[in-house]
Nanobody
Framework: VQLQASGGGLVQTGGSLRLSCAASGLTLDQHGIGWFRQVPGREREGVACINSRSRGGSPVYADSVKGRFTISRDNAKNTMYLEMNSLKPEDTATYYC????????????WGQGTLVTVSS
């Protein structure tokens, strides 16, 4: 199983980025998926998550990104995305994609991380 994250980079305040996470070895729509971020010296923060297709439900977002970020999944491409708009300097972090295995919110599969830097 491999999750390959990409799409990070340097962007100005107010700009947008779309992160991608291509999966191999598992079918993404059969798993709950999520995006997390971490800044050195701080705990990892959950950004957004969405259930497997069978479990259904609406995406859940951290309050800090609600209304600006959108998590989605393209089943045909077996790829998950995080669309980030109106970016702020405090969004600067390494972003990780993850997929559940054992149960809800138990993320056992992780991507390698992609760095997002928002300049002020």
């Amino acid at each position: 199983v491999q999750l390959q994250a990409s799409g990070g980079g340097l962007v100005q305040t107010g700009g947008s980025l779309r992160l991608s996470c291509a999966a191999s070895g598992l079918t993404l729509d059969q798993h709950g998926i999520g995006w997390f971020r971490q800044v050195p010296g701080r705990e990892r923060e959950g950004v957004a998550c969405i259930n497997s297709r069978s479990r259904g439900g609406s995406p859940v977002y951290a309050d800090s990104v609600k209304g600006r970020f959108t998590i989605s999944r393209d089943n045909a491409k077996n790829t998950m995305y995080l669309e980030m708009n109106s970016l702020k300097p405090e969004d600067t972090a390494t972003y990780y994609c993850a997929a559940e295995l054992k149960g809800p919110l138990e993320y056992d599969y992780w991507g390698q991380g992609t760095l997002v830097t928002v300049s002020s």
